[in-house]
Structures are given as structure tokens and as C-alpha cells.
DNA sequence: TCAATATGTCAAGTATATTTTACAAAAAGA
DNA sequence: TCTTTTTGTAAAATATACTTGACATATTGA
């Protein structure tokens, strides 16, 4: 998995760090810090409520078309 | 959480069992019927490859706007 | 400079997603 | 009917998401 750029660059136009995104939806730093990291599949209640927080959706932040035609 | 009918409604266009989502994604039939029947938080990337198969998107099959909760 | 904040990472533990095996009933086909 | 397929569900085991606590470094601001 790469790092996931989207969620970063989401995170700072709201100017939150990720001790205050982890704190907005329930999780710890570390976890934050590791799907940005890219070394994680996190659950989609936690995809959904990160995007909610930061006036995103899944397709936003957690979809990837490279792969695909549509 | 609610049951997935538009996953159940995309995987009947598609015509497809339950067994066969399943081995198309590589988990269990109980797998596939415990997210439709909506007991259940599965990971985002299982249901990117869910999505894949059924050639819907994230947004299509696991976001809500409508209520709010987390 | 110096202190405080932000990020990256890691090892060990806990919570939970997913599997395996199994049983029952509804729906579909012949 | 009778048989097969599909769906719903459950208990116990395994895999993995997520936590806890900790340490290191980079960056920012005073």
C-alpha cells in the first residue's frame, strides 16, 4: 500500500495534526500516523468517520481508479 | 448498523451468490453475508475489492450521508 | 539556543475482523 | 414432490486492526 498523500494534504488544509485527528474519531496517533504511512487497511467505519471529520468522502481519501476503468 | 442493500442490490445486477462475491474476493461466504446483513465493520480494503468486482465505487456501496454516527 | 510540538517507528498487548465447521430453512429447478 | 442452491446464523479458532508505552528526530516558535 502507498502512502496515502490524499488523507495528509486533507488532514492540513484543516490545520489539525494527527494527535487531533486520532482525538476527533476515536483512535490513537499511531494509527493515524500509519495509514497516512501506508502500512494499514483500516476498517470503513474508521475510513467514513476520518472522512466526515474532514469534510471529505471515501472516494475522496480511500479510493483508487489507477487500476481501473470506469 | 443497517443492512447493505445496495450491496445486496449490486451483487443481484451482477448475478452473483453470495459464495460466488466471496470467492471472487477471496473471504467466506459468512463474510459477505455478515457485511450485507450489516452486523459488521469490514476492513476498506475488502471492500475496495468488493466494489472492484461489482464495479461500483466506495461511495456507491458503504457511504452514508444521510445520518451520522460513528 | 531552548522548549514544545509534530511526526515516524517499534514491541507487546487487546479487541475485533475473518475463518472454519456446522446446522437449518427458504427459494429455485426439475 | 425431491434435490440443489442460496441465505441466515452460531460457536470456536486464527489473523490482524488498533492500543499502549516508549524512544528518536525534525520542526516550529519564543
Redesign the interface.
Known amino acids: 500500500m502507498a502512502k496515502n498523500l490524499r488523507l495528509k494534504s486533507a488532514r492540513a488544509a484543516k490545520d489539525m495534526s494527527q494527535k487531533d485527528l486520532a482525538e476527533a474519531?476515536?483512535v490513537t496517533r499511531q494509527t493515524i500516523n500509519a495509514i497516512e504511512t501506508g502500512d494499514y487497511?483500516?476498517?470503513?467505519?474508521l475510513?467514513?468517520?476520518i472522512?466526515?471529520t474532514l469534510g471529505k468522502?471515501?472516494?475522496d481519501l480511500?479510493?483508487?481508479d489507477d487500476?481501473?476503468v470506469?
Open positions: 474519531v476515536g487497511n483500516p476498517t470503513v467505519r475510513c467514513t468517520a472522512c466526515r468522502t471515501l472516494n480511500f479510493w483508487e487500476f481501473y470506469n
